[in-house]
T-cell receptor, first 116, second 114 residues
Framework: DQQVKQNSPSLSVQEGRISILNCDYTNSMFDYFLWYKKYPAEGPTFLISISSIKDKNEDGRFTVFLNKSAKHLSLHIVPSQPGDSAVYFC???????????????FGKGTLLTVNP | DTEVTQTPKHLVMGMTNKKSLKCEQH?????MYWYKQKAKKPPELMFV???????INESVPSRFSPECPNSSLLNLHLHALQPEDSALYLCASSQWGLPYNEQFFGPGTRLTVL
């Protein structure tokens, strides 16, 4: 059972426009959410995160929105640049003990292509 | 230094070989992780170490044997692997004891089992 879902395998946008990547989760124990960006043949790079006590977190061109009642989060990239083209993974971690709160559950990823 | 390094970058091994993957970080993180990632799939957690002790083993077969010799190093010893074990193996590290968990990943080792 997939607990973190990224239903769009791919997204294509024009340079300068907004990119919106979506993520849904089913486990109500998740309380911390992260976005990672991954280029081919490289490890994931941490991008931005949000805790469940917030509904928005912004860092430069990247903003993450969290809607807890809908169990939905989204990553907005404005303006999009060709260098943003990569696979974006949504990940979640939850409350727990004995290290279980340190387990990240990843979605399957969305391939973002930003066209010049 | 905000980098996690992994060696080797690529590894090809036979099913009877014994090899090791290495990971190093100098961010003072006390948690280190091994993940496995197959093509077009998300990373899957294998092991978590905190303060050099194994905290989580996600029911990984015993042909994968992790080791944490000190707070900066993490090894993954491989023995009698199967072709289906071919994947990208990622190491990550994070702080421990905080209410949140931002993990920093290395570039990975691309493993091919013949």
């Amino acid at each position: 059972d997939q607990q973190v879902k990224q239903n769009s395998p791919s997204l294509s946008v024009q340079e300068g426009r907004i990119s919106i990547l979506n993520c849904d989760y089913t486990n109500s124990m998740f309380d911390y959410f992260l976005w990672y960006k991954k280029y081919p043949a490289e490890g994931p790079t941490f991008l931005i995160s949000i805790s469940s006590i917030k509904d928005k977190n912004e860092d430069g061109r990247f903003t993450v929105f969290l809607n807890k009642s809908a169990k939905h989060l989204s990553l907005h990239i404005v303006p999009s640049q060709p260098g943003d083209s990569a696979v974006y993974f949504c990940a979640a971690s939850g409350r727990g003990s004995g290290g279980s709160n340190y387990k990240l559950t990843f979605g399957k990823g969305t391939l973002l292509t930003v066209n010049p | 230094d905000t980098e996690v390094t992994q060696t080797p970058k690529h590894l090809v091994m036979g099913m009877t070989n014994k090899k090791s993957l290495k990971c190093e970080q100098h961010m003072g993180h006390r948690a280190m992780y091994w993940y496995k990632q197959k093509a077009k799939k998300p990373p899957e957690l294998m092991f978590v170490y905190s303060y050099e002790k194994l905290s989580i083993n996600e029911s990984v077969p015993s042909r994968f044997s992790p080791e944490c010799p000190n707070s900066s190093l993490l090894n993954l010893h491989l023995h009698a692997l199967q072709p289906e074990d071919s994947a990208l193996y990622l190491c990550a590290s994070s702080q421990w004891g905080l209410p949140y968990n931002e993990q920093f990943f290395g570039p990975g080792t691309r493993l091919t089992v013949l």
